[in-house]
């Protein structure tokens, strides 16, 4: 009689929210209770939603990537991306869910925006990235209600924040183009004034969300000065009302290393009609509002792909034996595991801290100290979540083992879609400059310094106590150096910019936990973000790069120079 035969273990997903009592936990200590409470059933379906339907919809948007067709069977250009029906259902679900409406419609306030925070970390992980095009969404919305002026501003508020599916649009952010990158202010598509209409020359050269029935973008009007101070902020309607291209041809679709159901593409405009958001002046300062929510939206992406990276390694070492146990009786293994979950614990509490400061400064309740801790954190939260989540990714894959490799597993896709996270909305490196920028002219690193402290009151006398003391003392490192820092050249200061901001962030997500820990023990709850906290500061909280002449002069013998 022949032996049954051996098949590798289908990963198990629970109910999302439900077995994620980390954030439960978070969510009790941070929210009302009553705010909690009417969350919760919407928070319940959209966790069992991501856990099944979701997942098999993603999968039909993943196999069926977007497709470009230039002409009609007659020779007329129509330049028609074709979508899947698994991406326009899942662009549906976050229409009824109210994912980008519920933040305006601000029922609960302040802690609207966590509400948004969740639905969108319940969501994003089985949607094949249409939680891209609801970041942009959200952004324009954010924009239009702080600088759109006419008619066209509620009625493209009304459409972006609608739960009506049929009456749902998505926007798009159009900045990329090949001169620009993270340099904006090298932008060279032109807006014309002609016969009383704007209308935009020119190419964008990454456009994600390319789809969407409007769009975001910057352009330099004819006569305007050079650089980042002659931009402008325009609103764009892709397609005119009979459906016709609006001045827009899509010259191709991007091949990109992950996010492929995601449509993205390379543009050029020819005459699109646009309208000025606001006065013409300050496009920079005004897409700063944009960037600002598309950063926030990133950091929940990487924080929600870590914490769906951790329930199927989890699951999978449930459910996987080897040498005779399961996977998650083997120490070795399991010390893995503690590693990714611990990783998840910290991003998870500095991403819901950062959506109850956005909060806060949208419902105009943020203190004069929460804005400016909200201004640095939003970097921060950004450029540390977004090299967790690849490093994340990469362990989860390796905890599967070859299956991990193995496209048709679906675990690939974790590395492969985290990869842009580190890159979106501005490098590791920007965003160590942009925090720098907000130091020293918006002189928010002694709020910031404080609201660490802050974080830590408390705390003397518990369990906590020698973990707080280690962050205390990593906080006296950074203020040192950054008081050293002060009269260093800009060479010196850019050098050590990124292990600098690394450190803060790993430094603040420290205090958070131990903060965090502190109450868990306080209400008698399982001492799961001790345990984080411990395993967080144990990795290291500073790391940073002292710029003297010896590191340059490596830099330059290294390269060659």
Known sequence: MRSSPFYQVVPPLQNTWRIDTALQRHLERILP?????????GFESLGELAAGEMMELARDAEGQPPTLT???PWGRRTDTIHLSPGWHAITRIAAEYGIVGSSYAAKHGWASRV??????????PSSAYVGCPLAMSDGAVATLKKYGEGE???RAIGHLTTEDPQE???????????????????????ARLEEGVWRLYGTKWFTSATTSQCAITLARPEGAPEGSRGLSMFYVEPWNADGSANGVRILRLKDKLGTRALPTAELELDGAVAIPVGPLEGGIRKITTVLNIARY??????????ARCTQLARGFARAREAYGHALERLPLHVETLANLEAEYHGALAVGLRLAE??????????SEHEHAVWRILTPLAKLGTGKQVVRVAS???EAFGGAGYVEDTGIPVLLRDAQVLPIWEGTTNILSLDTLRAMAKEHSFAPFIKDLHGRLNGLDGTAVAPLAADVRAASARLVEYATSMADADDKHIQTGARGFALSLYRTYAAALLCEHAGWELSKGHPARGLAAARRWIGSGLVDLVRADADRLSDNAILLGD
Do not use: I
Not at 35 to 41: E, I, Q, R, S
Not at 297 to 306: E, I, K, P, S
């Open 33 to 41: 209770p009553e705010a909690l409470a009417a969350m919760t059933p």
């Open 70 to 72: 230039h002409f009609d």
């Open 115 to 124: 509400q948004n925070f969740v639905l969108l970390h319940l969501f994003s």
């Open 152 to 154: 066209f501003k509620d």
């Open 168 to 190: 749902y649009w998505t926007s798009g952010q159009w900045m990329t183009e090949k001169e620009g990158g993270s340099d904006v202010g090298r932008s060279s598509t032109v």
């Open 297 to 306: 939206y990133n950091t929940n992406a990487a924080v929600c792909a870590m």
């Open 357 to 366: 400061l956005l909060g806060k400064v949208e419902n105009d309740v943020a």
């Open 395 to 397: 362990e989860t894959l």
